[in-house]
């Protein structure tokens, strides 16, 4: 059966939306005062640093190149069109962190050095928690596009254009409520994984209690997975709230059992899992799909020049959500720099003079619409922390052979 992608059915993930005016920490350090200044730089540097840590290299380089792809797309766009106001640029400084918080407090420290002055922060959750630190320290305000773990944007410093962890498990739990309930299902999921687990925790706790659970779960490093398969054998539904790596192990694993599995179901992580070379999804005979808030295929004219212009510049590659929320995020920071007003924002400034800027637009009234998503927002709620509202649409990229 051909791979196809198509929307079945939206689920609103929306946060709090009462406006918390007490910050957590404040823009400013009381240690350095890291990227550009005045001071170093004077008024002739029509440039704004943004900085990006992220796996350029390793198992998860796919989605840290989609990231960097992205976003010096969307900084070319703005700059091809004359920049900020007409006149600043954008630069985008990438360090490759190979998704390992180890080597985080060097990215960070060499993007820095490199006059970082916003950030796109970490692609991935892990590491991405090591940045947070440093960069609730200093002051550097980051909106990362896949770093999804709940924790990360509870610096008052700190947003995300993704989807937390918990809202999807929380999204992907009322989706099995409404199919399965009464059933059993089962769920693969990678132990000690802030991103697999962060998902399956809230998932767990929002499920209906009606629904009974067989577990299955393998370590980071795994690559046999058929003591899992074994395990999870019997049950037609499987929840994967993992990457899309494991996840086609699994799947390949399951083909060599006799079993009773007709859907393979994950959240953002499975994105992509079609373009895994060496793995033929057309091959896997069970209904795979996922939860995202973006979708290549969509007929959305923003959208489809973004896939367009993508696919031209990097050799027909199709850009991921994680590549997409990259464009998103460079863009959200131009508009939100752009509506805060000449008068406010200067190419000199210091990574905390930016912070505070921005801050002011993304905790105040500041909407964006883009590829990944209309009217979106960010409200800190009781929850202080710097989710992002928008709408999650399950894509089922293919159907099970039988239907």
């Not at 962190?97 to 922060?121: C, F, H, N």
Request: charged letters at 20%.
């Amino acid at each position: 059966m051909k791979t196809q992608t198509r929307k079945i059915v939206a689920i609103v993930l929306a946060m709090v939306t009462v406006f918390c005016t007490v910050c957590l920490t404040s823009c400013g350090s009381t240690t350095k005062n890291p990227g550009k200044t005045s001071e170093s730089n004077g008024t002739a540097d029509e440039t704004i640093v943004i900085g990006l840590s992220g796996p350029l290299t390793g198992d998860a380089a796919s989605y840290g190149l989609g990231v960097q792809n992205a976003a010096n797309m969307a900084v070319e766009e703005i700059n091809a069109k004359g920049g900020l106001f007409g006149k600043i640029k954008f630069k985008l400084e990438s360090m490759d962190d190979m998704a390992e918080p180890s080597r985080v407090a060097t990215t960070y420290s060499a993007l820095l050095s490199k006059g970082m002055q916003i950030s796109l922060g970490c692609v991935t959750s892990g590491a991405c928690a090591e940045f947070a630190k440093a960069a609730k320290e200093d002051g550097v305000f980051f909106l990362t596009p896949s770093a999804s773990n709940d924790d990360i944007p509870k610096g008052s410093n700190a947003y995300q254009m993704c989807f937390a962890d918990g809202n999807q498990g929380s999204a992907s739990a009322e989706y099995v409520n409404a199919n399965y309930k009464g059933q059993t299902i089962g769920i693969l999921y990678c132990a000690g994984d802030n991103y697999s687990e962060g998902i399956y925790s809230q998932f767990k706790e929002k499920l209906d209690q009606s629904i009974t659970v067989v577990e299955a779960s393998f370590s980071k490093d795994a690559t046999d997975f058929s003591s899992q398969v074994r395990i999870l054998k019997d049950c037609e539904f499987v929840f994967m709230p993992i990457y899309y790596g494991p996840a086609s192990k699994f799947m390949i694993e399951a083909k060599k059992h006799e079993n009773s599995m007709k859907a393979f179901y994950g959240c953002d992580g499975l994105n992509n899992i079609n373009t895994i070379k060496g793995f033929d999804i057309n091959t896997i005979p069970q209904e795979i799909s996922y939860l995202s808030h973006f979708d290549a295929n969509s007929s959305e004219e923003a959208t489809k020049t973004f896939v367009e212009n993508y696919k031209a510049k990097f050799n027909g590659e199709t850009p991921s959500q994680f590549a997409a929320a990259a464009y998103d995020c460079v863009y959200a920071l131009y508009e939100a720099l752009n509506a805060a007003g000449k008068s406010k924002v200067s190419a000199s400034m210091s990574a905390e003079e930016f912070c505070r800027v921005l801050k002011e637009q993304f905790d105040g009234s500041f909407t964006y619409s883009g590829v990944t998503g209309s009217n979106m927002k960010w409200t800190r709620g009781t929850s202080g922390a710097g989710y992002v509202e928008k709408t999650a649409t399950k894509f089922v990229v293919k159907e099970a052979d039988n239907a």
